[in-house]
């Protein structure tokens, strides 16, 4: 199945749907955030996060309270609250469990801003509770796997397994 959301078409060949889930139809409550896309595969969900800031470099430099460390910022809190609230949404809505895949995919061309976004976002997703020092309390996870990645990145890591941009 193919969809194109906002700029890239998603190619996930086993998907029974790809949907904008911050489209009206779907997020009703304005309380909660909700990320650009979500792939449904027989396994698996991929919640997807799309930002791109290198495409729009010239707001943020006109921007007179432009101060990268803040932006980053903004960023870390949007992302993780978007994939948390779309998360609640499936779970409130008794979707089928499966493993959830978070990606936030970004125009970000330089691998070391990749990596220290990753690093510095990683904790805030724990990967699979069960395996944490509380293994009683955490029956369950929220998320099975946490991805900062560009198309390039996408189309030739394990992402690509599941599905490609084309």
């Not at 193919?2 to 700029?7: D, H, L």
């Not at 990320?35 to 430099?61: G, M, Q, T």
């Not at 998360?87 to 499966?98: D, Q």
């Not at 309390?137 to 690509?160: E, P």
């Amino acid at each position: 199945m193919k969809a194109t959301i906002e700029g890239y078409t998603f190619d996930f060949p086993t998907a029974t749907s790809i949907i904008q889930l911050d489209d009206p139809q779907y997020h009703s409550s304005p309380a909660m955030k909700a990320v650009d896309v979500v792939a449904e595969l027989p396994n698996h969900r991929i919640f997807v996060e799309i930002k791109n800031y290198e495409e729009h470099k010239e707001w943020f430099e006109k921007d007179p309270c432009n101060d990268p460390k803040n932006r980053l910022s903004k960023i870390r809190f949007d992302i993780i609250y978007k994939y948390r609230d779309s998360f609640l949404y499936y779970w409130c809505s008794m979707a089928p469990e499966k493993e959830n895949i978070y990606v936030f995919l970004t125009d970000w061309s330089e691998g070391a801003t990749l990596q220290h976004f990753r690093q510095t976002t990683d904790a805030r997703f724990p990967v699979d509770f069960r395996q944490s020092k509380y293994p009683s309390v955490w029956t369950r996870t929220f998320v099975n796997g946490y991805f900062v990645v560009n198309k390039s990145l996408w189309n030739q890591g394990k992402l690509s397994k599941l599905g490609t941009i084309l």
